[in-house]
Every structure is written in structure tokens, then in C-alpha cells.
């Protein structure tokens, strides 16, 4: 505690008042970078979520660790491989002009994937290479502590809740994330879908809208 504020306890203990309410010692904020960063370099050196063979090593998550959003992929592909960071490619760009066309922007929110290197040729991971890298997604969220997880497309979903779901059923719907009450999760297109199938592009633009109207703030 300060040695100001001792000082002032002292003195008006010696005037007779025995019991001071209101002061408490300021709690250091965590140092939530410094905590991922260590979360990295331990799935580097344990290497339990599975490394495909033709990778260049893992892709961790990037953006602003004191976002209330954490966005969950797939998995990284050759661009996103390249760079070591994810959603920079085609998929990545498309999604960077959705945030800023709701009045979100890139460097605002956290971005991730539900394995951490690229699957060869960019195929879906099975459901044993998901679980391998579960914890490790696990671990990011309870370090980030976000309001809202959307998943992008149904394999970020099925990885992080282990539900198999129909995208075109269950896009736009609000989950609960089982080991946190006061987490939820929606699920959307992934951007890569939606360059495919422009005809999906009015349905993510809405549940970008929905994201903002689920956290209630404004970025």
C-alpha cells in the first residue's frame, strides 16, 4: 500500500478512529499478451495440437487480447501459413471490409483458429486433430475472457462446442459456451463460403450487425 495512505490510516488512528473503510490495494491488470505469448510457447514446445506434415509451423491468434469478440476459424491456409497470422488472405480481406462496413475494425478484434497449422490442402480437420488442439483454444478464451465468440462456418463450431450442425439451419443462432456462463457463441459463414456463394453475403453482413446489438457497444 501507498506509504501516503499508511500515513493518513496512522494519524487518524491516533485521533481515535479505530476502523477505515474504503481503501484497498489496487489489483495489476494482467498482462494478457504476456500470458498468450506463454500459451504459444508452450503449445510450440509441447506440440500436442497436431503439426502437418508440408506446414511451416503453427499460426497463433492475433488482434487486440482485451477485445469483448474473440472470432474462431477453421484453421490457417497457404497465405495465413506464410505469414503466421490469421485470416490474411482472400477470406482474411473480405472479412476486414465486412468489420469496417458495420463499424468494426481489425485491430479492435481477436482472431483465431481451432487448429493451429494449415491442414494438408487446406482439407477440414478431422475430429481427433480439433481435439488435439482444444485445450490450447480453450486456454486463449479463458485468457481473453470475450463477451461473444463467433464461430465462422461449422467446423469452428463443431471444434469448440463438438457440434456437427448444418450451417444454412443454424447460421445467425446464439449458443452457450459451456465452460462460461457469461460467454456466448454465434455462428456465421465462413468469409471463404460466402466468396464462393455471393448470394450469402447479405445473411453475414446481418450477423456482423449482430454482433455489435450482442455486445451492445460501439467500437
Known amino acids: 500500500m501507498d506509504r501516503r495512505i499508511l500515513a493518513t490510516i496512522k494519524s487518524l488512528e491516533e485521533i481515535g478512529i479505530a476502523e477505515i473503510y474504503g481503501f484497498k490495494e ?18 510450440s514446445k509441447e506440440r500436442k495440437c497436431i503439426l502437418y ?13 482485451d477485445s469483448p469478440v474473440v472470432f474462431v476459424g477453421e484453421a490457417p491456409g497457404e497465405e495465413e501459413d506464410k505469414q503466421k497470422k490469421p485470416f490474411v488472405g482472400k477470406a482474411g480481406k473480405y472479412l476486414n471490409a465486412k468489420l ?3 463499424g468494426m ?8 483458429n481451432v487448429v493451429k497449422s494449415r491442414p494438408p490442402g487446406n482439407r477440414k480437420p ?3 486433430e480439433m481435439l488435439s488442439c482444444l485445450p490450447y483454444l480453450r486456454k486463449e478464451i479463458e485468457i ?11 467446423t469452428a463450431l463443431e471444434g469448440l462446442l463438438g457440434k456437427a450442425l448444418p450451417i444454412t439451419k443454424y447460421r445467425g443462432q446464439v449458443f452457450e459456451y459451456p465452460y462460461s456462463r457469461n460467454i456466448k457463441v454465434l455462428l456465421t459463414y465462413h468469409p471463404a463460403y460466402v466468396l464462393r456463394n455471393p448470394s450469402a ?12 446489438a450482442l455486445l451492445g457497444i460501439i467500437f
Open 126 to 128: 478431422t475430429r481427433e
Open 144 to 154: 481473453i475472457k470475450p463477451k461473444l465468440i463467433v464461430c465462422l462456418g461449422s
Open 105 to 112: 475494425r481489425r485491430e479492435d478484434v481477436y482472431i483465431t
Open 201 to 212: 453475403d447479405s445473411e453475414f453482413t446481418e450477423d456482423m450487425k449482430k454482433v455489435k
Open 100 to 102: 469496417q462496413e458495420v
Open 26 to 43: 489496487q489489483k495489476s491488470k494482467p498482462d494478457k499478451r504476456k500470458m498468450l505469448h506463454e500459451l504459444y510457447e508452450t503449445l
Open 53 to 65: 506434415e508440408g506446414s511451416s509451423g503453427y499460426v497463433f491468434g492475433d488482434g487486440n487480447p
